[in-house]
């Protein structure tokens, strides 16, 4: 899903980045000087617009997002408590689990940027080391359904429900507006169809019910970020089959 934006950004970033911003083009020395700049950049933010405005959408911008979560880390990273380096940890490795069924080196890139957007974000709001990553993409005190108290039962679960979560919504927020419609109706029956596709019951759920729900869900968000505006349509393009075998991702 975010490959289209990420393209737009990048043929634009010339046009719309001060000329202290300048990028130049993808090649090695370029790459070092880009190094250097984000290095030399004297905050946070200014190191962060830089590698937003820069990011080539490949395997490279690893490189790039270290040298400018280092910068933002020293910003907070010590006078975080064990429990909020913790949580730290925890949404940087949300942002690995993602992407990590997705092939080539663009979302490597959205990997590695939505780990600088972290870093970006504990640096700016303090306040933030103090929230731990939502045990579920809604609130699990008012969980009711078969599928949402299986969510809610299992940690692994209730992280690939937050991040399937986000994608959705990032889904739903790129669409056009004459997409939105449908794909909210094809994220609803796929919902739907997921207590009877993995054998979900009023009772506990087992272990095997839960793998197969965290399979779907990863398969899912995949989908959703994989897909973009560009395609025959979104809701055409994330229910198309997925032939992938079944095997759930390590999850954070």
């Given at each position: 899903m975010h490959s289209a934006v990420l393209a737009f950004l990048l043929g634009a970033a010339s046009a719309v980045v001060p000329a202290q911003l300048a990028c130049g083009s993808p090649t090695d020395d370029t790459a070092q000087a880009l190094?250097?700049?984000?290095?030399?950049d004297p905050t946070c933010a200014a190191a962060h617009t830089r590698l937003k405005a820069c990011a080539w959408g490949s395997s490279a911008d690893v490189q790039f997002a270290a040298i400018m979560i280092r910068k933002c880390e020293q910003t907070f990273l010590s006078s975080l408590s064990p429990q909020e380096k913790s949580r730290y940890t925890d949404r940087l490795e949300?942002?690995?689990?993602?992407y990590a069924r997705q092939e080539g080196t663009l979302y490597i890139s959205e990997a590695a940027l939505c780990q600088a957007d972290v870093a970006a974000k504990f640096s700016a709001h303090p306040e933030f080391a103090r929230l731990p990553v939502p045990q579920a993409s809604f609130?699990?005190?008012?969980?009711?359904?078969?599928?949402?108290r299986a969510i809610c039962s299992d940690a692994k679960l209730g992280r690939a429900?937050?991040?399937?979560?986000?994608?959705y919504a990032a889904a739903l927020n790129e669409a056009p507006a004459g997409e939105r419609p449908a794909l909210i109706a094809?994220?609803?029956k796929w919902l739907k169809s997921i207590p009877a596709k993995c054998g979900l019951s009023a009772s506990a759920p087992s272990a095997a019910s839960i793998d197969c729900i965290r399979n779907a869900f990863e398969l899912r968000f995949t989908a959703l970020d994989g897909c973009s505006a560009d395609d025959e349509g979104i809701a055409a393009c994330v229910d198309a089959p997925d032939d992938a075998p079944f095997s759930p991702s390590p999850a954070p």
């Open positions: 190094d250097k700049l984000l290095a030399s949300l942002c690995t689990y993602e609130d699990c005190s008012k969980a009711t359904t078969p599928l949402e429900d937050v991040v399937l979560g986000r994608a094809s994220e609803r």
